[in-house]
């Protein structure tokens, strides 16, 4: 059974920063891919960030040159970094882990961006 647990969501002001985590309950190297989605009421989930088992990365446009995507295998985590947020990034963020063709998602983190 894989599980995925998020955390670091919360409210902050915009231009603040925060630093979401999602815990796997096994070796995220054994993910072909791990990465961070959101979802606001009434709109489809939307990537926001990935990286794979290579390390490469990509980004949605509204998340270039704000937001990081990093892992630590160690501590099997994977971590969005957040900063200069917009009251737009206000969204229930989820983690997605994919091994071959079966996705896992986590239950999601509220993050709240005031203006």
């Known amino acids: 059974q894989v599980q995925l647990v998020e955390s670091g969501g919360g409210l902050v002001q915009a231009g603040g920063s925060l630093r979401l985590s999602c815990a796997a309950s096994?070796?995220?190297?054994?993910?072909?891919?791990m990465g961070w989605y959101r979802q606001v009421p009434g709109k489809q989930r939307e990537l926001v960030a990935n990286i794979d088992i290579s390390g490469s990365t990509n980004y949605a446009d509204s998340a270039k040159d704000r937001f990081t995507i990093s892992r630590d295998n160690a501590k099997n985590t994977v971590y969005l970094q957040m900063n200069s947020l917009k009251p737009e990034d206000t969204a229930v963020y989820y983690c997605?882990?994919?091994?071959?063709?079966?996705?896992?998602w986590g239950q999601g983190t509220q993050v709240t961006v005031s203006s």
């Open positions: 096994r070796s995220i190297s054994s993910f072909n891919a």
């Open positions: 997605r882990g994919r091994i071959v063709l079966t996705a896992y």
